[in-house]
């Protein structure tokens, strides 16, 4: 069965500085990875996500993600973070095939942004 | 509809009562999840359906936790006899299909029991 870590449970940046949000995932073979951002009292957007093909995936609101398989992870980023990036930022991992394809969650990371 | 619709937004009840929720997805999603969010926590997975394949119940925390769904259609999770620690949010998504194509989520139901 799939597994996702969120390193990070409270990272706090300032406006315009870069972000890296961390997730590492546990799977067998290739996963789908996937980012939510839940912003408060909102429900959860899906960010980006990666299926296959090329490593590196741009989202939306300007941030992107890097798939490194020999690292298991997926991590997040954006080079310029804005006030309103501030919110729970949640990474997801499913399992292609098989019987089941339930999606897991990590238990987020939460971003606030200083001015 | 053109999102995932769950019914009610809020519901506070007395321990000890049973509470039914429900969840109706995006037309022509074949998939459908139940997740739990209790305060300042992830997202608990409890429930998947797939067609009309059997149910991955594995995420279930009791067996005071049940949930149906009739086809592709609406989903009813049902929790019995109610207790404090069942108080979260619970989510609904849906997907179109098995591949783990993007999961749209409904805005929960707050589950309040006192």
């Known amino acids: 069965a799939q597994s996702v870590t969120q390193p990070d449970i409270h990272i706090t940046v300032s406006e315009g500085a870069s972000l890296e949000l961390r997730c590492n995932y546990s799977?067998?073979?290739?996963?789908?990875l996937f980012w939510y951002v839940q912003s408060p009292g909102q429900g959860l957007q899906l960010l980006l996500k990666y299926f296959s093909g090329d490593t590196l995936v741009q989202g939306i609101k300007g941030f992107e993600a890097e798939f490194k398989r020999s690292q298991s992870s997926f991590n997040l980023r954006k080079p310029s973070v804005h006030w309103s990036d501030a919110a729970e930022y949640f990474c997801a991992v499913g399992a292609p095939g098989g019987a089941t394809n339930k999606l897991i969650f990590g238990t987020g990371t939460l971003l606030a942004v200083q001015p | 509809g053109a999102g995932v619709s769950q019914s009610p937004s809020n519901k506070v009840t007395e321990k000890g009562k049973d509470v039914e929720l429900r969840c109706d997805p995006i037309?022509?999603?074949?998939?459908l999840y139940w997740y739990r969010q209790r305060l300042g926590q992830g997202l608990e997975f409890l429930i998947y359906?797939?067609?009309?394949?059997?149910?991955?119940k594995s995420g279930l925390p009791s067996d005071r936790f049940s949930a149906e769904r009739t086809g592709e259609s609406v989903s009813t999770l049902t929790i019995q006899r109610t207790q404090q620690e069942d108080s979260a949010v619970y989510l609904c998504a849906s997907s179109l299909n098995r591949g783990n194509t993007e999961a749209f989520f409904g805005q929960g139901t707050r589950l309040t029991v006192v």
């Open positions: 359906f797939q067609g009309n394949s059997a149910p991955d």
């Open positions: 037309s022509g999603h074949t998939a």
């Open positions: 799977y067998g073979a290739t996963p789908y």
